[in-house]
């Protein structure tokens, strides 16, 4: 019949049409993200002429570059820590029945409904140096005796950060550990049971290492909005005091964008290809050495 | 005692995870002069209303800024932006779970890590290609640029859902006279209407939640988004209203948290579905 009927049945030629659009929206970004590196590209002018390694060997040399790739690290590993044990310890509890868990379940998932940036600046006036919620409870129980100025000194300040990324993140992990422990081979916890194994036991020797590539997947959904998360960082702190607490994504904002160096800013930004390489490679790893977790 | 323990664990969590939420409601209704009182004064309880509550900051929000005109900019973000992303999503997905074989599942992984990439990486180059466009500062930079974050995800969501759907009633159809083409136009929409009501939703909250390219792309107050207003906006010069600032995070916290809580296990499969069976 005619070219149009013999294009709609062709199903290769159709399958390729109809995916272009989404290879080349995330693709071609990917590729000019990593050229501007390389470019001296600023935001007022579209010259675009090429610096070789100008931008990294001026970041690598910046000492508060080193710092934000330090904190971007610090933070990560840190948050991630922090939500293995809640999520393991929260998908423990949730997976039992007991009332109103409707209600709980729902409370539970708020960090992860609500908007990152809403998030932060309620975390910010939470930690607000006069009017601190936190110090007050602590100075009441008698816990603090000084005070803590919790987004004004740099090392209070990264812990204040990795809290509230552990608690943006663990209730996304408790879910997904959660569907992990629904598909767990109920004839092995059976037969643990009936051998006699208590509550830690089977916990420790039997759920957990079944479970270890659903908590992977956790963890690396976590690396990778932690390490590339902008919004707690810039709303809590800003990057300061005195440029202290910036991890790569407000560092590459702050140069890039607010300071109109897009070569520099993209040179930053690209250092987070490495947590994302790194990740990836973790998933098809674990993709094809289990079958846990396949709903 | 054991029950004792479950329910001490529950409340814990659900204390930490909701502890903001509260403080945001006890700010948004507080008194002035039951709000600012410094933390060092042990004798004024802050988890309380000390005070009678009062709807002033309410008043504020409403009556002095632009909160509204930022919902209404919102809106118009999402409804574009779902639009465009049902329309690239559905067809890829399909293309993905029904086309194109073998390699087609390779390529599924593919399109579901580039949902990792993240827009602090891509904010340079769009924020070029935005310019470029002459686009800076207007929703349409926002409509251009959102769906790639929408899209990747969504394909993966629709082509999960697909692969769930029986290969039958389209086989049938294809008997019946219709081209290949004419299935995928007539017979498949209403086959993955649950699949698309899910890819609306993710959609909807993702816009929503987005941040990094509102910053960059949005610098006059009257065109901002609710995440980025809010944030941004409600902070005149160094003076913070905290109570007008917590209404806003706690009025659109609240109904996002409700929609959220009802597609969950939804968008839960499709996460564990991408990243443990390929």
Known sequence: ?295 | MKRVALYAAALGFMAFAGFPFYWMLITAFKQNRDLYVGAFDTRHVPWIFNDPPTLEHVRLLFGQTDFLRWIANTLIVVVAVVVITVAVAVPAGYSLARLTGRWGERLGMGIFFTYLIPPTLLFIPFARLVALLGLQNSLGALILIYPTITIPFCTWLVMGFLRSVPWDIEEQAMIDGYSRLAVIVKVVPRLIIPGILTVVVFSFTLVLQEFVYALTFISSVDRMTVSLGVPIALVRGDVYHWGALMAAALFTSIPLAIVYNLFIDRFIQGFTLGAVKG
Do not use: C
């Open chain 1, 1 to 295: 019949m005619s070219l149009r009927r013999r294009f709609a049945d062709r199903e290769d030629l159709l399958g390729i049409a109809m995916l272009a659009p989404v290879l080349l929206l995330v693709g071609v970004p990917v590729v000019l993200a990593i050229v501007l590196s390389f470019s001296t590209a600023t935001a007022g002018s579209l010259s675009f002429g090429w610096a070789g390694f100008a931008n990294y060997a001026a970041i690598l040399t910046d000492p508060i570059f080193r710092r934000a790739l330090a904190n971007t690290v610090i933070v990560t590993i840190g948050s991630q820590l922090l939500v293995v044990v809640l999520a393991t310890a929260a998908a423990q509890v949730f997976r039992a029945a007991f009332h109103g868990k409707r209600t709980a379940r729902f409370v539970l998932l708020l960090p992860w409904a609500v908007p990152v940036s809403l998030a932060a600046i309620a975390w910010t006036w939470i930690f607000d140096s006069t009017f601190s919620v936190i110090n007050w409870t602590l100075k009441v129980t008698g816990l603090l005796h000084g005070w803590l100025y919790w987004l004004g000194e740099p090392r209070l300040a990264l812990v204040a950060i990795t809290i509230v990324q552990a608690w943006r993140i663990f209730p996304f992990a408790t879910v997904i550990v959660l569907a992990g422990l629904a598909s767990l081979p109920q004839d092995v916890m059976e037969a643990a049971i009936v051998d006699g194994a208590g509550f830690w036991r089977r916990l420790f020797y039997v759920e957990l290492p079944l479970l270890l590539p659903v908590v992977a997947v956790a963890v690396l959904f976590g690396v990778v909005y932690t390490a590339t998360d902008l919004g707690v960082v810039y709303i809590l702190t800003g990057g300061g005091p005195a440029n202290t607490t910036h991890v790569l994504p407000t560092l590459a904002f702050q140069r890039g964008i607010q300071g109109a160096d897009l070569g520099q800013g993209a040179a930053i930004a690209v250092f987070l290809l490495p947590f994302l390489i790194v990740v990836a490679i973790a998933m098809l790893r674990l993709a094809r050495h289990t079958e846990v977790g396949s709903t």
